[in-house]
C-alpha cells in the first residue's frame, strides 16, 4: 500500500517549538475515503525522515527513505514522540522490505 501526503503551511526547518507543532499536512493511502489532518512533529536533517502525528495524539507515523533508522535517529523520534504528548511505546513497528535495485 502506498501513502500520500499533502504538506500545508510548511515549517520554517521543521521542527517543533514550545507553541506546538512545526506544520500541519494531510496523510491517507491513494484509495482511502478520509485522510486525517496531521501534524509534521520533526523533520530529518538530510530529510531522511519525517515524523507524523494527530492533533488527537491517536497516530503517528514514521516515513523515512530508508528501511530501518540509526539508533540516534530512533532516540531522537522518540523524545520528538515524548516532548508532543505521544506514547512511542504504543507505536506499532513494522518490517520494511528493501525494494531498492542493486
Do not use: F
Not at 13 to 18: A, C, N, P, W, Y
Not at 30 to 50: M, Q
Amino acid at each position: 500500500m502506498r501513502g500520500c501526503s499533502a504538506l500545508i503551511d510548511p515549517p520554517q526547518g521543521g521542527r517543533t517549538d514550545q507553541d506546538g507543532p512545526a506544520g500541519r499536512a494531510e496523510v491517507g493511502t491513494p484509495t482511502s475515503l478520509r485522510r486525517a489532518n496531521s501534524w509534521i512533529l520533526d523533520l530529518g536533517d538530510d530529510y531522511a525522515h519525517v515524523v507524523v502525528g494527530t492533533p488527537s495524539r491517536k497516530y503517528a507515523w514514521i516515513l523515512a527513505r530508508s528501511t530501518s533508522l540509526t539508533a540516534a535517529t530512533w532516540d531522537r523520534v522518540q523524545k520528538i514522540l515524548l516532548g508532543a504528548g505521544y506514547d512511542p511505546t504504543e507505536l506499532v513497528l513494522t518490517r520494511q522490505m528493501d525494494l531498492s535495485r542493486k
